[in-house]
Nanobody, 116 residues
């Protein structure tokens, strides 16, 4: 089992920056991928960024060049640096962790609102 706790999101003006982090506990050694997903009102949950084995990264098309995902050396924390935020980045951001081939754990979600 893996437990995930996300940092608080917040209200940010367009063009601003925000960093989220997510701390994992439990069976940390079994985690082979961590990532961030988001869900806007009325929309499906979508991939924001994912990091596999602490090295290989994947980003959603809408955030490429603006967001960066990293993972701590201890592999217990994943960070999401969000720059040049846009109103369409607004949503609930969820941290995820994968163990094995297809076993996922989720955080409780944190609200990010980009608005002037």
């Amino acid at each position: 089992q893996v437990q995930l706790v996300e940092s608080e999101g917040g209200l940010v003006q367009p063009g601003g920056s925000l960093r989220l982090f997510c701390e994992a506990s439990g069976s940390i050694g079994s985690i082979n991928a961590m990532g961030w997903y988001r869900q806007a009102p009325g929309k499906e949950r979508e991939l924001v960024a994912r990091i596999i084995d602490g090295k290989s990264t994947t980003y959603g098309d809408s955030v490429k060049g603006r967001f960066t995902i990293t993972r701590s050396n201890a592999k217990s924390t994943v960070y999401l640096q969000m720059n040049m935020l846009k109103p369409e980045d607004t949503g609930v951001y969820y941290c995820s962790a994968r163990t094995g081939v297809n076993s996922y754990f989720w955080g409780q979600g944190t609200q990010v609102t980009v608005s002037s």
